[in-house]
């Protein structure tokens, strides 16, 4: 075998096989290939597809091109996934709820994307927390902790990181089947029981129709069950915040009050966070049903012990011992807070989320280039939300900058994100549709 050849292949539309696609993710891996192959070789996908068979083993040899995780522990081990949105911090809620349902959650999670917050991010917005830890260590806090929110190791799919980067600069992220084995690839090498996967649609997410996203939805669900990982997507709204902050602290302080039921526990992220457990739930064998294993997310959260779970995860992770006593005194606040108010009365009718993730990056609560700094302090908070009647002179939001000059920027950001219309609008449903 040789690249030249697969990727001649490729470019005829030939469906290459197992053994060529096994070859390449190595060649990846070890450096056998080169940039200019692999940039081709992403291309050739681009343009002629895999088809349902070669991606699933594309996902699996890009899996394999590194170290498989393997656990010995008396509960399923359970995973989520979300394709990106802004205000989305389920995961932090997720991950200590299914632990103290009696599962075990090592979630490879990423960082910031684009114009979406990244779930290591907003953990390392705690003092503290480094999310980069061993697999010793992982396997450690599994069995101390139950869960545990972490980057991937070097050695997690390393085809897939070297593949992502030239992907990145060749123009050709937009591929169904090179996204499917992206993701998948490094969440089975987490050696998951099962998997649920949230693909959100609308105004803040990367997919902007439902065909799109069901189509995204359908490939990551079949082949991950092909892999032998029993898997369900839940198509979920993104035409709003899912949370009424968007910046690492402050979407970390949104979970601390579900947690602690300082703003209740009936939210969209409350909600979605028990749909998206009761799947889990279910299929780890741990509930009857999708409601069963919801309801018991719910009661978990509300007796307050996910919360004081969520607290020995920091701490195991390198955080104070007592987060869940001190959260509103040590998370970083930013030095300039400015709400903004309408100016006119009307109903919220439309939401540009990926206009305000891209308000939080420009404010520095995200990454213009890799080399970037983030500031957890920073980002827009009380956003009102879709279908909200506004009277002249209501808060719109409130404005957590560094400077008075990055404060000004964002208002103009903030306020042409939204529409105000006279009539009150027809909000979207949280969860469009399950595809198992």
Same mark, same amino acid.
Request: charged letters at 20%; hydrophobic letters at 45%; aromatic letters at 2%.
């Given at each position: 075998?040789?690249?030249?050849?697969?990727?001649?292949?490729?470019?005829?539309?030939? &469906?290459?096989?197992?053994?060529?696609?096994?070859?390449?993710?190595?060649?990846?891996?070890?450096?056998?290939?080169?940039?200019?192959?692999?940039?081709?070789?992403?291309?050739?996908?681009?343009?002629?597809?895999?088809?349902?068979?070669?991606?699933?083993?594309?996902?699996?040899?890009?899996?394999?091109?590194?170290?498989?995780?393997?656990?010995?522990l008396d509960g399923p081990v359970l995973d989520k996934h979300s394709t990106g949105g802004v205000g989305d911090?389920?995961?932090?809620?997720?991950?200590?709820?299914?632990?103290?349902?009696?599962?075990?959650?090592?979630?490879?999670?990423?960082?910031?994307?684009?114009?979406?917050?990244?779930?290591?991010?907003?953990?390392?917005?705690?003092?503290?927390?480094?999310?980069?830890?061993? @697999?010793?260590?992982?396997?450690?806090?599994?069995?101390?902790?139950?869960?545990?929110?972490? %980057?991937?190791?070097?050695?997690?799919?390393?085809?897939?990181?070297?593949?992502?980067?030239?992907?990145?600069?060749?123009?050709?992220?937009?591929?169904?089947?090179?996204?499917?084995?992206?993701?998948?690839?490094?969440?089975?090498?987490?050696?998951?029981?099962?998997?649920?996967?949230?693909?959100?649609?609308?105004?803040?997410?990367?997919?902007?129709?439902?065909? @799109?996203?069901?189509?995204?939805?359908?490939?990551?669900?079949? &082949?991950?069950?092909?892999?032998?990982?029993?898997?369900?997507?839940?198509? &979920?709204?993104?035409?709003?915040?899912?949370?009424?902050?968007?910046?690492?602290?402050?979407?970390?302080?949104?979970?601390?009050?579900?947690?602690?039921?300082?703003?209740?526990?009936?939210?969209?992220?409350?909600?979605?966070?028990?749909?998206?457990?009761?799947?889990?739930?279910?299929?780890?064998?741990?509930?009857?049903?999708? @409601?069963?294993?919801?309801?018991?997310?719910?009661?978990?959260?509300?007796?307050?012990?996910?919360?004081?779970?969520?607290?020995?995860?920091?701490?195991?992770?390198?955080?104070?011992?007592?987060?869940?006593?001190?959260?509103?005194?040590?998370?970083p606040t930013a030095p300039m807070q400015r709400g903004i108010k309408v100016e006119q009365a009307g109903y919220?009718?439309?939401?540009?989320?990926?206009?305000?993730?891209?308000?939080?990056?420009?404010?520095? %609560? %995200?990454?213009?280039?890799?080399?970037?700094?983030?500031?957890?302090?920073?980002?827009?908070?009380?956003?009102?939300?879709?279908?909200? @009647?506004?009277?002249? %002179?209501?808060?719109?939001?409130?404005?957590?900058?560094?400077d008075e000059a990055a404060a000004e920027l964002a208002e103009a950001r903030l306020r042409a994100a939204y529409?105000?219309?006279?009539?009150?609008?027809?909000?979207?449903?949280?969860?469009?549709?399950?595809?198992?």
């Amino acid at each position: 075998m040789d690249a030249r050849a697969i990727i001649a292949s490729l470019r005829r539309g030939d &469906t290459p096989s197992d053994a060529d696609l096994r070859w390449f993710a190595e060649g990846l891996a070890n450096g056998t290939v080169s940039d200019a192959q692999a940039g081709a070789f992403a291309m050739a996908v681009c343009l002629r597809g895999l088809g349902v068979e070669a991606r699933r083993a594309l996902t699996l040899a890009m899996r394999d091109s590194g170290d498989v995780l393997r656990w010995d522990l008396d509960g399923p081990v359970l995973d989520k996934h979300s394709t990106g949105g802004v205000g989305d911090c389920v995961s932090l809620l997720l991950a200590p709820a299914l632990a103290e349902c009696g599962a075990y959650v090592p979630m490879i999670s990423g960082r910031g994307l684009g114009h979406t917050g990244g779930t290591l991010d907003k953990m390392e917005a705690i003092p503290g927390v480094s999310t980069q830890v061993s @697999e010793q260590d992982l396997v450690a806090m599994m069995q101390s902790v139950g869960c545990a929110i972490v %980057g991937a190791t070097a050695q997690i799919a390393p085809a897939d990181k070297r593949l992502y980067a030239i992907r990145d600069v060749t123009a050709t992220v937009d591929s169904l089947d090179l996204i499917t084995a992206s993701i998948l690839s490094k969440k089975l090498a987490a050696s998951t029981d099962a998997l649920v996967l949230d693909v959100k649609i609308g105004s803040g997410a990367f997919m902007k129709t439902l065909e @799109e996203a069901e189509a995204l939805a359908r490939s990551l669900s079949e &082949t991950a069950n092909a892999a032998g990982c029993q898997t369900s997507a839940l198509i &979920t709204d993104m035409n709003q915040p899912l949370a009424p902050a968007l910046g690492n602290a402050l979407e970390v302080a949104e979970v601390m009050r579900v947690l602690t039921g300082v703003s209740g526990q009936s939210g969209a992220l409350a909600e979605l966070t028990a749909a998206q457990g009761g799947v889990l739930l279910a299929h780890g064998g741990l509930a009857a049903d999708a @409601e069963v294993g919801a309801a018991m997310i719910r009661k978990a959260i509300a007796s307050g012990a996910v919360a004081e779970r969520f607290a020995r995860m920091v701490a195991a992770m390198g955080g104070p011992g007592d987060f869940a006593e001190t959260w509103q005194s040590i998370l970083p606040t930013a030095p300039m807070q400015r709400g903004i108010k309408v100016e006119q009365a009307g109903y919220v009718s439309a939401i540009d989320g990926e206009a305000l993730g891209l308000a939080v990056v420009q404010l520095g %609560g %995200g990454r213009m280039i890799e080399s970037d700094v983030v500031d957890p302090a920073v980002g827009l908070s009380e956003l009102a939300p879709l279908g909200q @009647e506004l009277s002249a %002179g209501d808060q719109l939001g409130i404005v957590h900058a560094a400077d008075e000059a990055a404060a000004e920027l964002a208002e103009a950001r903030l306020r042409a994100a939204y529409q105000l219309s006279e009539a009150a609008p027809e909000v979207p449903p949280l969860i469009y549709k399950r595809i198992s």
